[in-house]
Nanobody, 121 residues
Framework: VQLQASGGGLVQPGGSLRLSCAAS????????MGWYRQAPGNERELVAS???????NYAASVKDRFTISRDNAKNTVCLQMKTLKPEDTAVYYC????????????????WGQGTQVTVSS
């Protein structure tokens, strides 16, 4: 199983970016998908998550600015980021809880490679 993230870059304060992540490989089902971020010197933190039933959860610092969505048919998750602030600068990681096999109910936690988001004038 692989998670491929894309969409990071440099944006001015107040701007917008959209991150995308696609899961591929042996996938029977995906439970939660989400985005985490890690700024230099900080621990990795949850930004937003979404269940297979589209229940969402956001960090307080991004609520009302970021929107997470997923396409269950395509095994993708997106993060629309608006009104970006310098403190949003970080490496953003895609995450997914995936059940690879129909005959095994075990879910495994997978991470994407990370994509840099820099908010600066």
């Amino acid at each position: 199983v692989q998670l491929q993230a894309s969409g990071g870059g440099l944006v001015q304060p107040g701007g917008s970016l959209r991150l995308s992540c696609a899961a591929s490989g042996r996938i029977f089902s995906i439970a939660a998908m989400g985005w985490y971020r890690q700024a230099p010197g900080n621990e990795r933190e949850l930004v937003a998550s979404i269940t297979s039933g589209s229940n969402t959860n956001y960090a307080a610092s991004v609520k009302d600015r970021f929107t997470i969505s997923r396409d269950n048919a395509k095994n993708t998750v997106c993060l629309q980021m608006k009104t970006l602030k310098p403190e949003d600068t970080a490496v953003y990681y895609c995450n997914a809880l995936i059940r690879p096999f129909s005959y095994d109910s075990t879910f495994f936690n997978y991470w994407g490679q990370g994509t840099q988001v820099t908010v600066s004038s």
